[in-house]
């Protein structure tokens, strides 16, 4: 059943590819010979019987659409259990917030992001992990009196979040908040994810709302669109027939969220389980937030997802994502993740 999902998008990608190809080559060859040349038979069913490859490609569609459907059907009661999947209210009285901040090489803006965070109402308590940047990023850090988590090496974004996250659940902090440490998240945006987490487990910020968004951030078109597909893949992953997906999701590589701490301890385990591993050894992928949603959402947590701010990055890429090179590689492990999870 596992292979049932990956199945049907790789066999959507393949008959997507052949029946466009074979529209095409039978235009071209309509448009050089006219068009006797690719029709044979006189009427409709005569022309798909004669001809060599129509009836094939027809028949795989046929199939990937009883795929779909047998799919749409296994759907019918997913996710729909009413203590688990539906509206709870835990109100969270006194929002503490622990800030947990990767860091590497950062030292033209962390002052001013340390220093957004540490003007929040609700922030308690802000752990820099960093990975063995060679800047003034610790030095900062240091003087702002923040717990700073200093790595000897560089084991990547993913291993300083997992590492966060385990060290926010030795503080007494009732909330977590993953953020970036370039300038382009903001502290003020706290404010409008905390009261979801009345209703929910996870609100994780979507970056997708143009007037959010400052004109010229690392978000070009092109990621806009992959960023839009790939959280549309997750969604479909765990669709559910009632409510089309147990989670609204449109941008699938925004670290920034929130977690409420009862809901990651139940998560917990995972940090450290295989899964974790394999994301750990894709250091610069940003996959670590791909799988905090996806773990979220197969352990039953609840997930918002709530438009945020996105504003233009201070200091130089880490990830190299701006490159178009390296932002398709990172796509495809993405998707392939997201299949393979
Ligand atoms: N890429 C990367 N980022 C790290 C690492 N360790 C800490 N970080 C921090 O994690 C955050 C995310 O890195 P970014 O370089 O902003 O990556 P990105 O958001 O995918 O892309 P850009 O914002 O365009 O650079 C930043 O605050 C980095 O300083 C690491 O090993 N690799
Ligand atoms: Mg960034």
New binding site residues.
């Given amino acids: 059943m596992k292979l049932f999902f990956p199945t049907l998008v790789l066999s959507f990608i393949g008959l997507i590819v052949l029946n466009v190809g074979f529209i095409l080559t039978n235009l071209i060859f309509w448009g050089l010979n006219g068009v006797d040349h690719v029709i044979k038979g006189d009427n409709f069913v005569e022309v798909i019987y004669y001809s060599e490859y129509l009836k094939w490609i027809l028949i795989g569609d046929v199939v990937w659409a009883i795929g779909l459907f047998a799919f749409l059907i296994s759907r019918r009661h997913y996710k729909t259990d009413l203590e688990l999947h539906y509206l709870t209210i835990k109100k969270i009285k006194e929002p503490k917030v622990c800030v947990i901040?990767?860091?590497?090489?950062?030292e033209q803006v962390i002052k001013e992001v340390l220093s957004s965070y540490i003007n929040h109402q609700n922030v308690e308590k802000i752990i820099v992990?960093d990975?063995n940047s060679i800047d003034k990023t610790v030095e900062i850090a240091k003087s702002f009196g923040v717990n700073v988590i200093e790595k000897t090496k560089?084991?990547?974004?993913a291993d300083?979040v997992i590492q966060g996250l385990i060290q926010f659940l030795e503080t007494s902090s009732n909330i977590v908040a993953i953020t970036?440490?370039?300038g382009?998240f903001s502290a003020e945006d706290l404010s409008k994810m905390i009261p979801y987490l009345d209703n929910c487990d996870m609100v994780i910020g979507t970056r997708q709302i143009q007037v959010l968004t400052e004109k010229g951030n690392?978000n070009s078109m092109f990621y806009v669109w992959g960023n839009y597909l790939l959280a549309k893949l997750i969604q479909i992953k765990y669709f559910s027939l009632t409510n089309m997906g147990i989670v609204e999701l449109t941008d699938v590589?925004c670290?920034y969220r929130c977690i409420r701490r009862d809901a990651l301890e139940k998560i917990k385990k995972e940090l450290s389980g295989l899964d974790a591993e394999r994301i750990i050894k894709n250091?610069?992928s940003?996959l670590i937030a791909n799988f905090l949603t996806m773990i979220s959402i197969e352990n039953n947590l609840r997930i918002v997802e709530v438009p945020i701010t996105f504003k233009n990055?201070v200091g130089?890429?880490?990830?190299g994502?701006?490159k178009k090179d390296r932002a398709i590689i990172y796509g495809m492990r993405f998707f392939w993740y997201i299949l393979t999870k």
Wanted: with cysteine.
């Fill in positions: 901040i990767p860091t590497f090489n950062e992990i990975n560089n084991k990547g974004l300083s970036e440490c370039d382009t690392q590589g670290l250091p610069n940003g990055r130089t890429s880490k990830t994502a701006n």
